[in-house]
Nanobody, 120 residues
Framework: QVQLVESGGGLVEAGGSLRLSCVGSGGTFSDYHLGWFRQAPGKEREFVGAINWSGGSGYYAESVKGRFTISRDNAKNTVYLQMNSLKTEDTAIYYC?????????????WGQGIRVTVSS
């Protein structure tokens, strides 16, 4: 099982930007497709986006397409989520996980996540 630890969250005004990081350990990082997920208050966890093992391709939820970008640095065992033009509805706890087919998480356990709060 791969352990993943998120960082970089915080409070930002609407229209602002944040970059989240997720560092992996316990596996060969470059073997895995990786995804970002989020859970807003009172809602179920949802898929945000994912990137393939090499970083050559990614796909996103419609709600963040054009605003969020996922990248990775396999030499640093790190995946990033660049969030631009943030909206109040982006407020959530963000998690990274392995990415499976169908926009599902690739392993059943989750880290602590990182909180992102977007103020109006």
């Amino acid at each position: 099982q791969v352990q993943l630890v998120e960082s970089g969250g915080g409070l930002v005004e609407a229209g602002g930007s944040l970059r989240l990081s997720c560092v992996g350990s316990g596996g060969t990082f470059s073997d895995y497709h990786l995804g970002w997920f989020r859970q807003a208050p009172g809602k179920e966890r949802e898929f945000v986006g994912a990137i393939n093992w090499s970083g050559g391709s990614g796909y996103y939820a419609e709600s963040v397409k054009g605003r969020f970008t996922i990248s990775r640095d396999n030499a640093k065992n790190t995946v990033y989520l660049q969030m631009n033009s943030l909206k109040t509805e982006d407020t959530a706890i963000y998690y990274c996980n392995l990415a499976a087919t169908g926009r599902n998480p690739g392993q059943p356990t989750w880290g602590q996540g990182i909180r992102v709060t977007v103020s109006s």
